[in-house]
């Protein structure tokens, strides 16, 4: 087993760190967890690996991701708090400290103040960086929850679902949101989440070359009129599409129309363009009533920015309906 999954993000990531540290941080968990299994049967280590991993999408400092390999050493294996500071410092002591004091939050299936609970988690991690490495440690634990006995893994889906997902939006950390949700929903609703799964399967199969043809014409349009942009489509998760189907007393996916979102991605230097982009789109197609929202000049709370709204003729032939489109910057894309 080594780190090399690591170290290469981090020199694609182009971060300024300190790999000999890196790498001592790695083995020195390794050791610690020697002869530590998961539920899974794979060596323990690989978890605080992904854990590591994952948390450099947060363009994290140095000691975030030692914390992140350490993270779980003072909670399961004979080293102590004050061994890891020997070692790696103060800081990435408490960032250890901090992560093992979250790991005692707990929700029940009865809990009638969630809201306090979340509130408490957060304010137990006075530091950023700790709910970073907690939400990483929380989604690659569901992604193995299969392994888990099924009444555990009840009570750990709903806990994440009550506890984890929420903290995720508020932080505008929607990859994490997304995927934290249909894992949960896995769980929660087995039968739902499997008609919707094969129902989203066989949507995107049939429809796949018409979604790839109002993104090109899109592209080809605002390049045409002189923008420099991205334009990329995406399926809207599982559970978002559950929420959507449920709204609208619907139970089939292909009777909605946002099942998926186009996005168009400005250069940052063009950000002064951005309206100019919505209006220009507008002119060509033909934008629903009260389907605007200006989440650029009124972010939301999570400090989330980007212009959406929904048009009609973009699509060809019988699969001319309603296409949402979301216009932003490179850096609000990845707030």
């Known amino acids: 087993m080594s780190c090399d999954k690591l170290i290469k993000k981090i020199e694609k990531l182009e971060l300024d760190f300190n790999i000999a540290r890196i790498k001592t941080a ?6 610690a967890h020697e002869g530590q299994k998961r539920f899974s049967g794979e060596p323990y280590i690989i978890h605080p690996l992904e854990v590591a991993v994952r948390v450099l999408d947060f363009h994290p400092d140095e000691d975030t991701v030692v914390a992140a390999l350490l993270h779980d050493v003072s909670e399961d294996t004979d080293k102590t708090l004050d061994d890891i500071e020997l070692v790696f410092g103060p800081g990435v002591r408490s960032l250890v400290r901090g992560t093992e004091k ?8 009865d809990e009638p103040e969630i809201e306090n609970l979340r509130k408490m988690f957060v304010s137990m991690a006075s530091d950023l960086r700790v709910i970073y490495i907690k939400l990483c440690d929380r989604w690659h634990n569901m992604e193995t929850l299969k392994y888990v006995k099924p009444e555990k893994q009840l009570r750990i889906a709903k806990e994440t679902m009550d506890i984890y997902v929420p903290i995720a939006s508020r ?24 008609v919707l799964h094969e129902q989203l399967e066989s949507y995107t199969k049939q429809n796949v070359n018409f979604i790839n043809k109002e993104k090109e014409t899109l592209k080809k349009y605002l390049q045409k009129i002189g923008y420099k942009c991205q334009v990329s489509a995406r399926i809207k998760n599982i559970y978002s599409i559950y929420k959507k189907l449920k709204k609208k007393g619907k139970t089939v996916v292909s009777d909605i129309y946002d099942v998926y979102a186009i996005r168009v991605i400005l250069p940052d230097e063009q950000e002064a363009k951005i309206y100019q982009v919505l209006g220009d789109i507008h002119r060509k197609w033909t934008p629903l009533a009260n389907k605007f929202k200006d989440y650029v000049a009124v972010p939301k709370p999570n400090g989330y920015q980007s212009l959406h709204t929904t048009v009609v003729g973009l699509g060809y032939g019988e699969f001319n309906r309603p296409v949402e489109i979301k216009i932003r910057t490179e850096s609000m894309h990845v707030q």
């Open 26 to 31: 790695f083995e020195y968990a390794a050791a």
């Open 102 to 109: 979250l790991s005692h939050v707990r929700s029940r299936v």
């Open 171 to 194: 932080m505008g950390i929607y990859k994490i949101k997304a995927s934290l949700e249909d894992l949960c929903f896995q769980f929660l609703n087995q039968d739902l989440y499997r």
